[in-house]
């Protein structure tokens, strides 16, 4: 790219970055334009009744400041009468960067074969998001 256009598409993303700063009730407007800022890793994983999954949650924190994280998976139904949802578990995020929260979800011995869904709750700061991002969990 030529030097205009670069000048020229820095223009244009800081004029977006303002209009969606206006529109979002975020501190940062990119909370609104990174839809995976919350997202589980691995996504999908295979585990056999009985066993325990892990997985991370990675939180973006595009704030100037710390941040709290703190998750907690949601048991699928599918899974029993008592199935409810793991503890929360937190981490403090440091501003700009990537932090993670690792969540362990133990499988009852009889679940039946399946691909399930996990839904994810989150607390970000002072909000509750609930079943924000998911994982997948094939038995």
């Known amino acids: 790219f030529t030097p205009e256009q670069n000048a020229a598409m820095r223009a244009n ?6 209009l969606y700063g206006e529109l979002l009730a975020w501190d940062h407007p990119n909370y609104g ?22 997985f991370r949650v ?3 924190n595009h704030s100037s400041a710390p ?3 703190a998750c907690r998976a949601i048991v699928p139904r599918a899974w029993g009468a008592a199935a409810t949802a793991t503890d929360w578990v937190s981490a403090t995020v440091p ?8 969540v362990r979800l133990s ?3 009889g679940v039946s074969p399946s691909r399930y869904v996990v839904p994810v709750d989150l607390q970000y700061g002072e909000l509750t998001l609930p079943q924000w991002t998911e994982a997948i969990v094939v038995v």
Do not use: F, I, N
Not at 13 to 18: G, Q, T
Not at 40 to 51: H, L, N, T
């Open 95 to 102: 501003a700009k960067s990537d932090g993670e929260v690792r």
């Open 33 to 54: 334009m990174d839809e995976p800022w919350v997202r589980c890793d691995p996504y999908e994983q295979q585990a056999r009744a009985g066993e325990e999954v892990r």
């Open 58 to 60: 990675v939180v973006t």
């Open 107 to 109: 499988l009852p011995p």
């Open 13 to 18: 993303l800081a004029e977006r970055e303002k």
């Open 67 to 69: 941040r709290t994280a």
